[in-house]
Nanobody, 120 residues
Framework: QVQLVGSGGGLVQPGESLRLSCAAS????????MAWHRQAPGKQRELVAS???????FYRDPVKGRFTISRDNAKNTVYLQMDSLKPEDTAVYYC??????????????WGQGTQVTVSS
């Protein structure tokens, strides 16, 4: 069974840092784009950052300069280093990945979500 398991959330004060991790496991032939999304209470889920297989990152404006996305292809794992956290970063963070399960067959899978709370 293929799954994405995220971890690393928690409660921090404004200005502090957190590092999220998300690992894909199971019968996976290849891993494509990996990404982090977030959903704040009462709001729609939104993309935070994504990273290509070759390591090219993309960031939405609200997190540029503060968040860093990276991946370890040998471990099928994506990371999100979050620095200078703000209260508006409070949300449930979800990872997702485009996974090739058999040659030529791709599926998008999501992790279970991890809570990040930024509050003084």
């Amino acid at each position: 069974q293929v799954q994405l398991v995220g971890s690393g959330g928690g409660l921090v004060q404004p200005g502090e840092s957190l590092r999220l991790s998300c690992a894909a496991s199971g019968s996976i032939f290849s891993v494509g784009v990996m990404a982090w999304h977030r959903q704040a209470p009462g709001k729609q889920r939104e993309l935070v950052a994504s990273i290509s297989t070759g390591g090219r990152p993309f960031y939405r404006d609200p997190v540029k300069g503060r968040f860093t996305i990276s991946r370890d292809n040998a471990k099928n794992t994506v990371y999100l280093q979050m620095d200078s956290l703000k209260p508006e970063d409070t949300a449930v963070y979800y990872c997702n990945a485009n996974l090739m399960l058999t040659r030529g067959w791709w599926e998008v899978h999501w992790g279970q979500g991890t809570q990040v709370t930024v509050s003084s």
